[in-house]
């Protein structure tokens, strides 16, 4: 019994140290209040393995001093871990200094014993074929029992009221330590009564430390937390799917049922429906879906991403689908806003800008029509009237070219047409088309005078830029211009006359 006792508190001792060293080491801040703790329940079980294995009365005496002594430096690091791990305010800090010189002198008082023998005595009893000996506690003694016992009710109290004060994620962790405190106060409360030879409750200190160690720095509340984002992720408005290893779905919020249809908790049909609905999806990269849903088009962003244990191996992903219709849609007039002419509602110069920066040169025709005489209409019958005027050039324009063209008012009653898919053979049509847009324009409707246009034509195969293809139908709308309006010339017979 002996041995196994005093094997079970040297492995305790090297549990405390091994703790302790880890704790110091601890990137949390309260790390070192745990080490603390831990290097001072070394002192007690250490004093209690030499009164056990000792059967010398000198050897003995020195163990329980050991143990007292340090039971009160046990106390002192309790007293600052409570400090940290409870978050005590500045102002009650100051109430550790009249413990702290309660232990102080208590130590003091039990060193005296050496002197005046007022604390304890030690007497020898045989247990177990072999001599102890057990304490004969007197009046000091019982003064370091009352200090040492009240400091632990303080902190047991305080323990108690962040339990019931804190909010359940936190006050689970403040009640396992409260219960592990009293669970051994009591232990060693027992063995202070039983008077046996072998103080047992030293198995309930290396319990609480351990419990102390891995509650304060790596305990986090897994089921609360798995229960809290569960209801978290269920209320969020965006769809989430979880995946297991196999990308098997295993589990989806309210907004990824509604989204798929999942009747009764048959999360695997989310695979499936999910990639009709989406495609394949790919870690990492949010991307925008659109799908139309009845009469409307809905607008998605989704983003997987996948997830890891700490040694790197993958256990999983989860997918979000998040409806951005109506940011889609405000975006869209917004940008609409920007790149159209609001008179005309064709394109403004903004928009043309942006139209050739993306434009293949070589398939693309380019259209420069100029209102003839515009300035006229505007003196004789007012800007109401010439802006009806450039109103019904825009639509002309629109009406008389394809849908897949682009009008542009880049400014005043300068319009641009650009004609993609386009080459020199459908030199007819185009011939046919501007001869069409006269025909309209030069017949007044109602309060809207009768107009023409002037118009240049370019190829974007004799261009190298865009720049350089508005100068070329610059060019030609001049030729026309100077022709006697009303008409169209050709970049391309220009360069052919010239030549």
Same mark, same amino acid.
């Given at each position: 019994?002996?041995?196994?006792?005093?094997?079970?508190?040297?492995?305790?001792?090297?549990?405390?140290?091994?703790?302790? &060293?880890?704790?110091?080491?601890?990137?949390?801040?309260?790390?070192?209040?745990?080490?603390?703790?831990?290097?001072?329940?070394?002192?007690?079980?250490?004093?209690?393995?030499?009164?056990?294995?000792?059967?010398?009365?000198?050897?003995?005496?020195?163990?329980?001093?050991?143990?007292? %002594?340090?039971? $009160?430096? @046990?106390?002192?690091?309790?007293?600052?871990?409570?400090?940290?791990?409870?978050?005590?305010?500045?102002?009650?800090?100051?109430?550790?200094?009249?413990?702290? %010189?309660?232990?102080?002198?208590? !130590?003091?008082?039990?060193?005296?014993?050496?002197?005046?023998?007022?604390?304890?005595?030690?007497?020898?009893?045989?247990?177990?074929?072999?001599?102890?000996?057990?304490?004969?506690?007197?009046?000091? *003694?019982?003064?370091?029992?009352?200090?040492?016992?009240?400091?632990?009710?303080?902190?047991?109290?305080?323990?108690?009221?962040?339990? /019931?004060?804190?909010?359940?994620? $936190?006050? #689970?962790?403040?009640?396992?330590?409260? =219960?592990?405190?009293?669970?051994?106060?009591?232990?060693?409360?027992?063995?202070?009564?039983?008077?046996?030879?072998?103080?047992? !409750?030293?198995?309930?200190?290396?319990?609480?430390?351990?419990?102390?160690?891995?509650?304060?720095?790596?305990?986090?509340?897994?089921?609360?937390?798995?229960?809290?984002?569960?209801?978290?992720? &269920?209320?969020?408005?965006?769809?989430?799917?979880?995946?297991?290893?196999?990308?098997?779905?295993?589990?989806? $919020?309210? &907004?990824?049922?509604?989204?798929?249809?999942?009747?009764?908790?048959?999360?695997?049909?989310?695979?499936?429906?999910?990639?009709?609905?989406?495609?394949?999806?790919?870690?990492? #990269?949010?991307?925008?879906? #659109?799908?139309?849903?009845?009469?409307?088009?809905? !607008?998605?962003?989704?983003?997987?991403?996948?997830?890891?244990?700490?040694?790197?191996?993958?256990?999983?992903?989860?997918? &979000?689908?998040?409806?951005?219709?109506?940011? *889609?849609m405000t975006l869209r007039a917004e940008i609409y806003k920007a790149t159209h002419d609001p008179l005309t509602?064709?394109?403004?110069?903004?928009?043309?800008?942006?139209?050739?920066?993306?434009? #293949?040169?070589?398939? @693309? =025709?380019?259209?420069?029509?100029?209102?003839?005489?515009?300035?006229?209409?505007?003196?004789?019958?007012?800007?109401?009237?010439?802006?009806?005027?450039? *109103?019904?050039?825009?639509?002309?324009?629109?009406?008389?070219?394809?849908?897949?063209?682009?009008?542009?008012?880049?400014?005043?009653?300068?319009? /641009?047409?650009?004609?993609?898919?386009?080459?020199?053979?459908?030199?007819?049509?185009?011939?046919?088309?501007?001869?069409k847009v006269n025909q309209i324009l030069n017949t007044g409707e109602g309060e809207i005078p009768p107009v @023409?246009? !002037?118009?240049? =034509?370019?190829?974007? *195969?004799?261009?190298?830029?865009?720049?350089?293809?508005?100068?070329?139908?610059?060019?030609?709308?001049?030729?026309?211009?100077?022709?006697?309006?009303?008409?169209?010339?050709?970049?391309?017979?220009?360069?052919?006359? @010239?030549?």
């Open positions: 019994m002996r041995a196994a006792f005093f094997i079970i508190f040297s492995a305790l001792v090297v549990t405390f140290g091994i703790c302790a &060293s880890k704790a110091v080491r601890s990137p949390k801040s309260i790390g070192r209040a745990v080490g603390l703790l831990l290097c001072a329940l070394i002192p007690p079980v250490i004093g209690n393995a030499i009164i056990i294995i000792s059967g010398d009365k000198t050897l003995s005496t020195v163990g329980y001093y050991i143990y007292f %002594l340090g039971m $009160n430096c @046990t106390m002192l690091a309790l007293i600052f871990f409570t400090d940290a791990y409870c978050m005590i305010s500045k102002k009650r800090k100051m109430l550790k200094i009249p413990f702290l %010189l309660l232990l102080a002198a208590d !130590s003091v008082q039990l060193l005296c014993n050496l002197k005046w023998g007022h604390a304890f005595e030690t007497e020898a009893i045989a247990a177990g074929g072999y001599t102890y000996y057990r304490l004969i506690p007197l009046l000091g *003694q019982t003064v370091h029992r009352v200090i040492d016992y009240g400091i632990l009710a303080i902190i047991i109290g305080i323990f108690f009221m962040k339990t /019931v004060n804190s909010p359940r994620i $936190n006050s #689970e962790r403040y009640s396992v330590i409260l =219960i592990t405190m009293i669970v051994t106060a009591a232990w060693e409360t027992f063995y202070i009564f039983s008077r046996t030879p072998i103080d047992r !409750s030293m198995i309930g200190f290396g319990f609480f430390g351990v419990m102390v160690y891995y509650f304060a720095l790596h305990y986090r509340p897994m089921r609360l937390l798995d229960s809290m984002l569960s209801h978290i992720a &269920s209320g969020l408005p965006e769809a989430l799917y979880f995946f297991d290893s196999l990308d098997q779905c295993i589990w989806a $919020n309210q &907004s990824g049922i509604d989204l798929v249809g999942i009747e009764n908790e048959d999360y695997e049909v989310a695979t499936v429906r999910l990639r009709k609905l989406f495609g394949a999806f790919e870690t990492g #990269e949010a991307k925008q879906h #659109e799908i139309r849903q009845g009469d409307e088009v809905r !607008s998605y962003v989704v983003e997987k991403h996948e997830v890891k244990d700490d040694h790197g191996h993958l256990t999983g992903s989860f997918l &979000s689908v998040r409806d951005n219709t109506a940011e *889609q509602d064709v394109y403004n110069r903004a928009g043309y800008n942006l139209l050739m920066s993306k434009m #293949e040169l070589w398939k @693309t =025709i380019m259209l420069l029509v100029d209102g003839d005489c515009f300035k006229s209409v505007n003196d004789t019958y007012g800007h109401e009237i010439g802006d009806k005027v450039l *109103q019904k050039i825009a639509n002309t324009l629109k009406y008389c070219f394809r849908s897949e063209d682009y009008v542009c008012r880049i400014g005043g009653d300068e319009f /641009v047409v650009l004609m993609l898919h386009s080459d020199s053979a459908q030199k007819e049509l185009i011939m046919n088309r501007v001869a @023409t246009v !002037s118009v240049g =034509i370019a190829h974007g *195969q004799d261009a190298s830029y865009p720049e350089q293809l508005f100068e070329h139908a610059d060019r030609a709308l001049y030729e026309t211009k100077k022709n006697g309006k009303k008409g169209y010339t050709f970049y391309e017979d220009l360069v052919s006359k @010239t030549e």
